[in-house]
């Protein structure tokens, strides 16, 4: 069982009172015609609002993240001038968190309360499914010249809107308007290269080299907004090509 924090004084049996909650829809605006259906969430019983809290750290009753992993690799050996690794990973996942990417999901990372089990298993946990692939290799080029890319592709994250309810017992809790799943933010491939020189003759092992980064100088944003007030906003992207040229000496 995994550890939370509840609150002593509204315990899961305290959440007796269902309310509906209004979902403003992707663009955020009530009454629009991309509302959704009301949402229903609990309020904590009459008695139990305005007490002082009584946190308690604890074990949480049937609580358990599980995680499945393919994974596939293949490896080629130097011949003929160049080698290759290839990698793939495709992970199932149901996770219990609170948010991911920096964007809230619900109020507690586990779920102690029934507006925790809203859009989630009848375990509270999120379900989704990312993949990731990579590729490198090196190819010894004439002139003593080694060509070394390496492309990465990873799925975008799984999410789904969210909303914040005001509710009796907190003025801004969050709830899931969607399952975690529902919508993925953009693929990241991203491609870089190293092509490195050889200069025997001024030191044994020194060569001089060109690193690029992010080669196909992709942006796709990686993090984006998941609340309705301002839904899908980018916040983060990627950083753009990068060069650094260098020297590289052992001895």
């Known amino acids: 069982d995994l550890t ?25 605006v009530p009454g629009s015609s991309d509302d ?7 309020q904590v019983s009459a008695d139990r609002v305005g007490l002082p809290p009584l946190n308690v750290t604890r074990n949480i009753p049937d609580t358990r993240n599980e995680d499945w992993t393919f994974e596939l690799s293949a490896t080629r050996r130097l011949s003929g001038r160049w080698s290759m690794t290839a990698d793939f990973s495709h992970l199932w996942t149901h996770d219990n968190a609170s948010g991911y990417l920096g964007q809230p999901v619900r109020a507690n990372a586990v779920p102690v309360t029934p507006n925790d089990f809203i859009h989630a298993d009848d375990n509270g946990r999120h379900v989704f499914r990312v993949w990731s692939a990579k590729v490198f290799g090196t190819v010894a080029a004439p002139w003593g ?9 990873q799925s975008g994250q799984p999410f789904g809107r969210t909303i914040v309810a005001a509710l009796n017992y907190s003025r801004s809790v969050r709830i899931l308007a969607e399952p975690i799943g529902t919508r993925r933010m953009d693929a990241v491939t991203v491609l870089d290269v190293r092509v490195e020189k050889s200069l025997p003759r001024l030191l044994r092992h020194s060569s001089v080299f060109v690193d690029v980064f992010n080669a196909l100088n992709a942006n796709p944003a990686t993090t984006i907004s998941w609340s309705s007030d301002a839904f899908q906003r980018p916040l983060t992207i990627m950083s753009p090509r990068i060069v650094r040229l260098g020297v590289r000496i052992v001895w």
């Open 4 to 28: 939370g924090r509840q609150d002593d004084q509204q315990p899961f049996e305290a959440f007796t009172v269902p309310v509906p909650v209004a979902d403003p829809g992707p663009d955020g």
């Open 36 to 42: 959704g259906a009301p949402i229903t969430a609990y």
């Open 145 to 153: 010249i080694s060509v070394t890319p390496m492309l990465r592709h």
